[in-house]
């Protein structure tokens, strides 16, 4: 038997969350889908994205390459931007976006002798963030200097928000306003909206979204704010499943695991899965983070190990060796399990590896 572990990626619940993305923004949208499609396989997701998504983003030019590589034709911008010169011929050649937020990229791309009119940039404004991108009193001045580049095709005007998953926090509206006053007099489409400027923040819709997260069914909302928007309901793309390959009774007292940081306290039954933190599930994930067993809820006991961690079955009679366990997906919220190991679903996601991811809803 090889070992059961797997990431079921559901591609039909892809093209639905972008499709929610796009409704509610109403505007074009790129589906973000850097560091592999947040660990979903970003050949396979874009290819099923590609009759549908206006294009995609991705961070890293060799990320942009390795899907134009993969046949795919539609609009890819990165949004880090160029690092050197080769970059930015590869970008002309494979005609690919680049994001700009510091004044090195224009001189780089005011010295260098590419043709005419054959870059399409994306100027990146700081609305508030602080990470990257022109200060909003340098940005007429980096539009202006790019403008006179004759490489120069078009101007997109972008900023990312630093809060909006906190919807009821100004930062986000200040940093719009401040975007749309800063860029006011500047010709040139525009793009601020993420997943939860997306879902929360309509007066950040513009021309273009950038949803990432939430296409792979993760909301980064609060459960409250979700719970008060059922039509943005998303539906989880990845499920995160193993099965239980052995099973043991502890009797009271008896201790699990390393470091023993369960102790029996009845006699209790655990099932050892063959999935742990080489497979991206993180270790930090205590005693108690939900499961479902056979599609019953159950419990994660003990210290997860690298190969290995072992699940609660003793409400589970029936529950035994072959026993499916989903760790995340259509039953077990990823949010909940991110939230009980102190990270985000985006870590979580971004995290898998070692396991087989099997597509379907092609
Ligand atoms: C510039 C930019 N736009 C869009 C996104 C997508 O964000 P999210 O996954 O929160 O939708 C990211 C993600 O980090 C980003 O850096």
């Known amino acids: 038997m090889t070992r059961p572990t797997r990431a079921l990626i559901d591609l039909a619940a892809l093209r639905q969350n972008y499709l929610i993305a796009r409704h509610i923004h109403q505007g074009r949208a790129l589906a973000v889908v850097k560091a592999n499609a947040y660990g979903h396989g970003a050949i396979q997701c874009a290819q099923a994205l590609s ?42 050649i494979n005609h690919i976006w680049v994001a700009v937020h510091q004044a090195s990229q224009i001189n780089m791309l005011a010295d260098c002798n590419l043709p005419p009119a054959s870059l399409h940039v994306w100027l990146k404004v700081d609305s508030g963030m602080h990470r990257a991108g022109f200060a909003l009193s340098a940005v007429s001045e980096a539009h202006a200097r790019l403008a006179a ?20 926090e100004s930062a986000t509206d200040q940093q719009i306003k401040a975007f749309e006053h800063a860029t006011q ?18 007066s950040a819709n513009k021309d273009w979204a950038r949803p990432g997260i939430l296409l792979y069914g993760a909301n980064p909302l609060p459960a409250s704010y979700i719970e ?15 099965k239980v390959f052995a099973v043991k009774t502890l009797q009271p007292g008896e201790a699990l695991g390393y470091g023993g940081t369960f102790i029996a306290e009845h006699p209790t039954r655990v099932g ?12 930090s994930a205590p005693t108690g983070t939900p499961v479902a067993i056979d599609g019953q809820p159950s419990r994660v006991v ?23 366990v989903e760790l995340w997906g259509r039953q077990i919220d990823i949010n909940t399990v991110a939230q009980r190991a102190n990270t985000i679903a985006y870590e979580l996601l971004c995290n898998v590896k070692r396991v087989q991811r099997v597509y379907i809803g092609k």
């Open 51 to 92: 009759g549908t998504a206006d294009g995609f983003a991705v961070a890293l030019m060799s990320e942009a390459l390795e899907l134009r590589q993969a046949g795919i034709t539609l609009p890819i911008l990165v949004l880090e931007g160029c690092f050197d010169v080769q970059e930015l011929e590869d970008a002309c």
């Open 149 to 168: 580049c004759p490489a120069v095709a078009s101007i997109t005007l972008m900023s990312h928000f630093a809060r909006a998953d906190e919807p009821t």
């Open 185 to 202: 007099h500047l010709p040139g489409a525009r793009s601020l909206s993420n997943s939860a400027g997306v879902l929360a923040w309509p």
């Open 228 to 242: 008060q928007h059922p039509h943005h309901t998303l539906l989880p793309v990845m499920c995160l499943e193993s």
């Open 272 to 283: 050892l899965v063959a999935i742990g933190y080489a497979d991206g599930y993180p270790r």
């Open 302 to 324: 003990g210290r997860v190990s690298m190969d290995m961690l072992n699940v609660d079955l003793t409400a589970l009679p029936e529950a035994g060796i072959g026993s499916r």
